[in-house]
């Protein structure tokens, strides 16, 4: 990984040096607060499914775990595309470096 920083890297005209890197950790962090917003929503959603008193009851009983169930779907399918990028970035610096040492 090199030195430069975030904002060196966003004008590096050249797109020799990568920005996303530097940011995987924010990047992650923003999609697990948008996870958890989107079970809060299919919470309050099952909640207003329903009717009065057992209704709401009953939208909330089914509601938690279809929220936490939507929740972690969505955290696993989020993790699994960050891996990804995180491998081709990887990929890219690998590459660099062998095309370095071997001199072509």
Do not use: Q
């Amino acid at each position: 990984m090199d030195s430069r920083g975030v904002i060196s890297s966003l004008f590096d005209l050249s797109f020799t040096h990568f920005i996303a890197p530097k940011l995987w950790k924010f990047l992650y962090a923003l999609l697990l607060v948008a996870c958890g917003l989107g079970g809060i929503m299919v919470l309050i959603t099952m909640m207003g499914i329903g009717s009065g008193f057992f209704g709401k009851m009953g939208g909330l009983i089914i509601g938690i775990p279809v929220a936490g169930l939507a929740f972690l779907l969505a955290a696993m399918y989020f993790r699994v595309m960050m891996e990804i990028l995180i491998v081709v970035f990887r990929g890219v610096e690998y590459l660099r470096e062998i095309n370095e040492k071997t001199g072509t």
